[in-house]
């Protein structure tokens, strides 16, 4: 099973660009990286998700590189509604365990 | 709204009971996860059901136990509770069984144990 390293916290000042980056050294060939939010109190949100280089959507942009070591989940321009919780997870096949850790706390500042 | 929906939101029970929690899937999903979330602490996958039947266990104590039905909504039992089995339980679901699927989480129950 893939384990995840993120950092516990950030701060971003409103209209910056936020970087969070994760680490799973041990990812197998067929993983998919796969990031979520949580605001407090709420179920989790699906962010992005990909498998290797880069991938980009309305919200945001996972970049992977090509030894699949870490992923960096890159949010354009934060407003104060991205203050949430960041969970960084590697689905491993069939499932067998689902890991999603501490999760990176991004605090967006005026 | 993710479309997926669980009853009840909040609930209040004392140690040594037994609750049950339910959790009903997006239409066409047949798989449904379970988790806890402690305070402060990340999602603990429990298990999970694929068409009715257990497909991954997780860190899931021997006085849960769970159940997916033929209508695929699910169930959560938690027995013999402990003041520590007070915790957001959350559900979630996706379409298929496998790598890349993603999963659509409700807005969870809050259990408090007194």
């Known amino acids: 099973l893939a384990k995840t390293t993120q950092p516990i916290s950030m701060d971003s000042y409103e209209g910056q660009e936020v970087n969070i980056t994760c680490s799973h050294n041990?990812?197998?060939?067929?993983?998919?990286i796969t990031w979520y939010q949580q605001f407090p109190s709420q179920g989790p949100r699906f962010i992005i998700q990909?498998?290797?280089t880069k991938v980009t959507n309305e919200v945001a942009s996972l970049f992977i590189p090509a030894d699949r070591k870490s992923s960096t989940l890159s949010l354009p321009r934060v407003s104060l509604s991205d203050t949430a919780v960041y969970y960084c997870?590697?689905?491993?096949?069939?499932?067998?365990?689902?890991?999603f850790g501490i999760g990176t706390k991004l605090q967006v500042i005026p | 709204d993710s479309g997926v929906t669980q009853t009840p939101k909040h609930l209040i029970t004392a140690t040594g009971q037994r609750v049950t929690l339910r959790c009903s899937p997006r239409s066409g999903d047949l798989s449904v996860y379970w988790y806890q979330q402690s305070l402060d602490q990340g999602l603990q996958f429990l298990i999970q059901?694929?068409?009715?039947?257990?497909?991954a266990k997780g860190n899931i104590l021997e006085r849960f136990s769970a159940q997916q039905f033929p209508d695929l909504h699910s169930e959560l039992n938690l027995s013999s509770l402990e003041l520590g089995d007070s915790a957001l339980y959350f559900c979630a679901s996706s379409v298929e069984l496998g790598l890349g699927e993603t999963q659509y989480f409700g807005p969870g129950t809050r259990l408090l144990v007194l």
């Open positions: 059901y694929y068409n009715g039947e257990e497909r």
């Open positions: 041990n990812i197998a060939t067929n993983d998919y």
């Open positions: 997870l590697v689905e491993t096949g069939g499932y067998q365990k689902v890991t």
């Open positions: 990909g498998y290797k």
